[in-house]
């Protein structure tokens, strides 16, 4: 089975900072791997996929990128809407297995 | 405006079985896998398996096989998912989403709570 670790747990942010979130897999996923948000009491929202695809509409300050075993989701300038809970996903084994990574929370500092 | 719409919350005994619904609109439904994801109290995610919309053929996450079961309903463009023998730990948040690898349309959740 395909582990992804997500760090940090937690990362505290000003406003229009620069983010940077890790995931990592346990073994080799190529680029399928996938970004999604989550705000309290919703539903996630695809971010990226393909390692570093823009979903439509997701505005420019989202990028993702890496390939392999280490991937990175960066926030240019943080807004206050991107307060959230983000996860990443792997599909390489699709469509007999995927994984989430345990999320990392962006809370405002 | 495309959407999946699940059924409201649910709250069963220990033991007893219930069976969400989430129903597409304004896409062509088999044209697209339905996932189903769940989420326990406080963060993270935890996916159950997918079902092909055109086929029919279910796949279980491991974790999941024989106590639960996706099927469809291709006329009414919904797809519902069976949780058998519920337990007090598969109170959550059970989500459908809709695509492959990437998930691009999630319905809005449905609670389901288990408790004697």
């Known amino acids: 089975e395909i582990v992804v670790t997500q760090s940090p747990a937690t990362l505290s942010v000003s406003p229009g900072e620069r983010v940077t979130l890790s995931c990592r897999a346990s073994?080799?996923?190529?680029?399928?791997l996938v970004w999604y948000q989550q705000k309290p009491g919703q539903a996630p929202r695809l971010l990226i996929y393909g390692a570093s695809t823009r979903a439509t509409g997701l505005p420019a300050r989202f990028s993702g990128s890496g390939s392999g075993t280490e991937f990175t989701l960066t926030i240019s300038s943080l807004q206050s809407e991107d307060f959230a809970v983000y996860y990443c996903l792997q599909y390489n084994n699709w469509p007999w297995m995927v994984t989430f990574g345990g999320g990392t929370k962006v809370e405002i500092k | 405006q495309v959407q999946l719409v699940q059924s409201g919350s649910e709250l069963r005994k220990p033991g007893a079985s219930v069976k969400i619904s989430c129903k597409a609109s304004e896409y062509t439904f088999t044209k697209y896998a339905i996932n189903w994801v769940r989420q326990a109290p406080g963060p993270g995610l935890e996916w159950l398996g997918w079902?092909?919309?055109?086929?029919?053929?279910?796949t279980y996450a491991q974790a999941f096989t024989g106590r639960v079961v996706f099927s469809l309903d291709t006329s009414a463009s919904t797809a519902y998912l069976q949780i058998n023998s519920l337990k007090p730990e598969d109170s959550a948040i059970y989500y459908c989403?809709?695509?492959?690898?990437?998930?691009?349309?999630w319905g809005q959740g449905t609670q389901v709570t288990v408790s004697s």
């Open positions: 989403a809709r695509g492959s690898g990437e998930w691009d349309l």
């Open positions: 073994q080799d996923i190529d680029t399928n």
């Open positions: 079902i092909n919309t055109n086929t029919g053929n279910p």
